[in-house]
């Protein structure tokens, strides 16, 4: 069985399964207005047999497209290019919460279609406020991705301005199998250091993870 020969956004359709965990591309392989193939490149992360169900799912719960798994080939690339994404996660939510010497952060990000939470809790100084904020942001994204440990925090610095509450910079190192790739991004405080911090470290992927 193969997509039903109803003319379709054929492109609309890679694109969706592209924005899934893991998957880096994917290609259809197109007869008239019947798909006899569908090619998948995944960076390793996620089962096969878990990414061809949740193709078969888009295309059901999107498109009414009902398919056969054995048109669906996915070869994996360990370690490859990320899966960049068509569009910047925007802040859902910034929770902080003091406990005596130890504080608790949490951030939500989401994009169009879902919401991407990560909490960590540690001792309470701002050095370390920083560093756990800029960690839950990281490990959202990578989320939202489908990659694990590939973006490490290296620096958190705030410079003061005359004109205005100050600057806050963020430098992030980017890690693949062949190289390191520093990355920096930066916010205006605008009365919430916190969030700042959050959109810095947004500021600097996002240099590397939109298309």
Same mark, same amino acid.
């Given at each position: =069985?193969?997509?039903?020969? &109803?003319?379709?956004?054929?492109?609309? =359709? $890679? %694109?969706?399964?592209?924005?899934? +965990?893991? /998957?880096?591309?994917?290609?259809?392989?197109? +007869?008239?207005?019947?798909?006899?193939?569908?090619?998948?490149?995944? #960076?390793?992360?996620?089962?096969? @047999? *878990?990414?061809?169900?949740?193709?078969?799912?888009?295309?059901?719960?999107?498109?009414?497209?009902?398919?056969?798994?054995?048109?669906?080939?996915?070869?994996?690339?360990?370690?490859? !290019?990320?899966?960049? %994404?068509?569009?910047?996660?925007?802040?859902?939510?910034?929770?902080?919460? $003091?406990?005596? @010497? @130890?504080?608790?952060?949490?951030?939500?990000?989401?994009?169009?279609?879902?919401?991407? $939470?990560?909490?960590?809790?540690?001792? #309470?100084?701002?050095?370390?406020? $920083?560093? =756990?904020?800029?960690?839950?942001?990281?490990?959202?994204?990578?989320?939202?991705?489908?990659? *694990?440990?590939?973006? /490490?925090?290296? !620096?958190?610095?705030?410079? +003061?301005?005359?004109?205005?509450?100050?600057? &806050?910079?963020?430098?992030?190192?980017?890690?693949?199998?062949?190289?390191?790739?520093?990355?920096?991004?930066?916010?205006?405080?605008?009365?919430?250091?916190?969030?700042?911090?959050?959109?810095?470290?947004?500021?600097?992927?996002?240099? /590397?993870?939109?298309?």
């Amino acid at each position: =069985m193969s997509i039903d020969t &109803v003319k379709r956004d054929y492109e609309s =359709m $890679e %694109r969706d399964i592209e924005r899934l +965990d893991s /998957i880096m591309s994917c290609k259809f392989v197109v +007869d008239g207005d019947e798909v006899k193939e569908i090619h998948i490149v995944s #960076n390793g992360t996620r089962p096969p @047999k *878990q990414i061809s169900r949740d193709v078969q799912s888009v295309l059901i719960a999107t498109y009414e497209s009902y398919i056969d798994h054995k048109i669906i080939s996915i070869a994996e690339l360990p370690g490859g !290019e990320l899966s960049k %994404r068509t569009s910047r996660l925007k802040i859902e939510r910034i929770s902080y919460e $003091e406990r005596g @010497k @130890k504080t608790s952060v949490e951030v939500a990000l989401a994009d169009e279609s879902k919401i991407y $939470e990560s909490s960590t809790t540690g001792i #309470n100084t701002n050095r370390n406020v $920083e560093r =756990m904020l800029v960690k839950t942001v990281l490990e959202n994204v990578e989320k939202s991705l489908g990659i *694990q440990d590939r973006f /490490i925090l290296e !620096e958190v610095k705030t410079v +003061d301005l005359s004109s205005s509450n100050g600057v &806050v910079i963020v430098v992030l190192v980017y890690i693949t199998e062949e190289q390191e790739k520093r990355l920096c991004g930066s916010s205006l405080i605008e009365g919430d250091y916190r969030r700042a911090v959050v959109k810095a470290t947004l500021d600097a992927l996002n240099r /590397i993870i939109i298309r």
